[in-house]
Every structure is written in C-alpha cells, then in structure tokens.
C-alpha cells in the first residue's frame, strides 16, 4: 500500500503569499496524482488531476508538479478563498491533509 | 450541469445496518466508474469502495470488506452502498464521486452522514 505524507500539516500564510504544499509517496509508482480542496462543511473540490492538469473552472494561480515519490501543489498568490484543506490522492489513498490558514 | 447526491444517512445501532444511495444526472451514468469515500468527523478523507461501469468489478477498503457491499442500477442513474453490522468506527460523511480515472473524483456529492451509537 502506498502511503502520502502531506507537510507541512498547517501553513500559516497572508493573503497575496505563495503557498507550496507538498506530497511525498512512500513508493514510487506511474499512477497519477490528484488534489483536492475542501471547505469545513463541505464536499471536497478536485483541483488537479493526473498531477498537473487542472479541473474544470479552477483558477491558473493553482498548479501541480512533481514525479515518482514527490508531488507538489502551489498556489502561486492567495485569494481569500483559498483558506481551506488541501489533500493529494493517488489512486486508493489519500494524504492526511494540509490546512492553509491567514496569519 | 453534473450532480450527484446522496442520500440515506441516519442514526443506527451498532450490529445495524443501513442503504446508501447516491442519484447521479447530467451526465453518461453508465460510462464512469463511480466511488464512495468517507471522512470521520474532524479527520481526513478515506477511499472507500467502487465500482465499474456495468457492476461487474467491485473493490472495497480493507475496513469495509465483508461488511459492505457497492452496487449501482444503470437504468436509475444510481449507485448504492450496502452496509452490514456497522461499527463505531464507520461513524462519517459518506460521499459519493464520479471516478475520472485512477480514483480522481471529479464530481462529488455533499455526503451523507452515517453515525452508528447506541
């Protein structure tokens, strides 16, 4: 079993600021990776899928990159919509989650 | 527009038992693979079961296995969650998404919850 370890767990960040989480596979394997975005008391949002393309109506401030055991996903300058968690996926598993909450 | 939701979420004993559904419309129904994934409360999200196109391939959470069952009815557009002598631990929003491929969901419910206290 592939296991994701998401770090850091929270990010503490301005608006305006650049944020990188960051999404490490305990193996390598040529499975794509997806994000998602979730609201408290709400379903989550797929951001990016198969690593790098974004889903439908998602803003270009967001990206994904990585390959083999390390993925990342960046928000390159965030709107005050952006405070939520963030969580990777490659196939059955999921990473614990990275809050990104205003400083 | 794309929608899914779920449906049959409650209070149920532990031992019990209860049905999931999920209504899927906007969309080719029978040409995705769907899935279920549930979140405990204040936790992180947890792969639960899927199933292909026609029904005939199902894979469970080693969690779930042998308690739950997936199934789906094409001609309703609808996927179900089956599940038998419930735990503590099953206490979560179950949701319900449409498999893009390798499990990314594009297309979510807003999840049901499922809490199983005496």
């Known amino acids: 079993e592939i296991v994701l370890t998401q770090s850091p767990a929270t990010l503490s960040l301005s608006p305006g600021e650049r944020a990188t989480v960051s999404c490490r596979a305990s193996?390598?394997?040529?499975?794509?990776l997806a994000w998602y975005q979730q609201k408290l008391g709400q379903a989550p949002r797929l951001l990016i899928y198969?690593?790098?393309k974004r889903a439908t109506g998602i803003p270009t401030r967001f990206s994904g990159s990585g390959s083999g055991t390390h993925f990342t996903l960046t928000i390159s300058s965030l709107e005050p919509e952006d405070f939520a968690v963030y969580y990777c996926?490659?196939?059955?598993?999921f990473g614990g989650g990275t809050k990104v909450e205003i400083k | 527009e794309v929608q899914v939701v779920e449906s049959g979420g409650g209070l149920v004993q532990p031992g019990g038992s209860l049905r999931l559904s999920c209504a899927a419309s906007?969309?080719?129904?029978?040409?995705?693979?769907m899935t279920w994934v549930r979140q405990a409360p204040g936790k992180g999200l947890e792969w639960v079961a899927n199933?292909?196109?026609?029904?005939?391939?199902?894979n469970y959470a080693d969690s779930v296995r042998g308690r739950f069952t997936i199934s789906r009815d094409n001609a309703k557009n609808s996927v179900f969650l089956h599940m038998n002598i419930l735990r503590a631990e099953d206490t979560a929003v179950y949701f319900c998404?449409?498999?893009?491929?390798?499990?990314?969901?594009?297309?979510w419910g807003q999840g049901t919850l499922v809490t199983v206290s005496s």
């Open positions: 199933i292909n196109q026609d029904g005939s391939e199902l």
């Open positions: 198969d690593t790098f």
């Open positions: 193996q390598s394997v040529s499975i794509p």
């Open positions: 998404g449409r498999n893009l491929g390798y499990e990314q969901l594009d297309y």
């Open positions: 996926q490659q196939l059955t598993n």
């Open positions: 906007g969309f080719s129904f029978n040409s995705y693979w």
